[in-house]
C-alpha cells in the first residue's frame, strides 16, 4: 500500500452524490493535497485542494458549488463530496500531496500520487 490511498469511487446516476476519501500515511504532513481527475480521452486536470496546515479550500470551476473538501486528523485522511454529479464527472480521481508551497491547481507540482479510484456517472 502507497502514501496515497483513494477509496469511495463507483457507478453513480446523474444528480446522485459520491464521496471519495485519500487516506495518507508514512510521509511527513504535505504542504496541500489535491484532488485531480483524469476522464476518457482528456487530460488530467485539477479538481480541489485543501492547504493542510490551515484547512483552507480551493475548487476548481466545473465543481465549485456542488463540492466540499473536508479532513480528519485523527484518520490523516482527506474527503472530496461531490453533489448532483453529471455524466462528464466521469472519471478516474486521483489525490495528490506536495510539500512544497504554492497554488494547489498546478499538477506538475505534485510529488506523491495514489493509484486512483473510477467514478462513473450515469445519465
Known amino acids: 500500500q502507497g502514501p496515497l490511498v483513494e477509496s469511495g469511487g463507483g457507478l453513480v446516476q446523474a444528480g446522485g452524490s459520491l464521496r471519495l476519501s485519500c487516506a495518507f500515511s508514512?510521509?511527513?504532513?504535505?504542504?496541500?493535497l489535491g484532488w485531480f481527475r483524469q476522464g476518457p480521452g482528456k487530460e488530467r486536470e485539477f479538481v480541489g485542494g485543501?492547504?493542510?496546515?490551515?484547512?483552507?479550500?480551493y475548487y476548481a470551476d466545473s465543481v465549485y458549488g456542488r463540492s466540499t473538501i473536508s479532513r480528519d486528523d485523527a484518520k490523516s485522511t482527506m474527503f472530496l463530496l461531490v453533489d448532483n454529479l453529471k455524466p462528464e464527472d466521469t472519471a478516474l480521481y486521483y489525490c495528490?500531496?506536495?510539500?512544497?508551497?504554492?497554488?494547489?491547481?498546478?499538477?506538475?507540482?505534485?510529488?506523491?500520487w495514489g493509484p486512483g479510484t473510477q467514478v462513473t456517472v450515469s445519465s
Open positions: 508514512g510521509t511527513s504532513d504535505p504542504y496541500g
Open positions: 495528490a500531496a506536495r510539500h512544497t508551497i504554492g497554488a494547489l491547481r498546478f499538477l506538475s507540482q505534485y510529488d506523491t
Open positions: 485543501m492547504i493542510w496546515s490551515d484547512g483552507a479550500t
